[in-house]
């Protein structure tokens, strides 16, 4: 069974970044993470623009994995632990590794505490193995609405992968299905032809 948990949205972000903002050294890395603040990397004029659709941008997360680092795990995000805090989406845009997938699998029961992971993120974490795939999408350079409160990941290519992942405040706090309405009475969604079985 499809359950949609990405939509590309009417939003250009090929002028995004700021002109003075380098991506992380990834010197004899397969892998990082790493956050930055809305500021710092987004371009000021294109921060403004999301401002005015509604979208107030705070943050970023900013991935990298090199080609066919897979960790055959899935995993959900959480904004705060104390309390914990699932996030509900990203804003996620890649600027390299195009042939990579995001795929998201069915929440299973959550047991135990989440785990800290590099650049002080925290997650719960599962085995693809144990997982049930509800949807799959190969990210671009379009601004992308993603769900990050199920468990997800990508299935790495042969090609480098970097994806910055902005993070809104505000709307944060809605369940998905609110933020899909919230982008769609904006006119911001670009809507999907799915058909759930």
């Known amino acids: ?48 623009k999301m401002h005015d659709s509604g979208i107030y941008v705070a943050d970023a997360l900013i991935f990298y994995r090199s080609p066919g680092h897979n960790t055959n795990n899935a995993h959900i995000d959480i904004h705060k632990e104390h309390p914990k805090k699932i996030s509900t989406f990203g804003l996620n845009m890649v600027f390299d590794g195009n ?7 069915k ?11 590099a650049a002080g993120t925290v997650y719960y974490n599962w085995p693809i193995s144990q997982l049930e795939e509800i949807d799959r999408h ?35 706090q809605m369940y998905w299905k609110d933020v899909v309405k919230y982008m769609y009475n904006k006119d911001l969604l670009v809507e999907r032809n799915v058909q759930k079985n």
């Open 99 to 105: 042939d990579s997938t995001m795929t998201w699998y």
């Open 1 to 48: 069974m499809i359950e949609p948990c990405w939509y590309k949205l009417k939003i250009d972000c090929s002028n995004a970044l700021r002109s003075d903002w380098k991506f992380p050294d990834i010197t004899g890395k397969e892998f990082g993470v790493w956050n930055d603040t809305a500021k710092n990397m987004f371009d000021p004029e294109w921060l403004q």
């Open 107 to 117: 929440m299973p029961e959550i047991k135990g505490p989440p785990s800290r992971g």
């Open 138 to 172: 190969t990210l671009g350079p379009e601004l992308t609405l993603v769900r990050v409160g199920v468990p997800h990941t990508v299935i790495m290519g042969d090609k480098p992968r970097w994806c910055i992942s902005a993070r809104a405040a505000l709307i944060e």
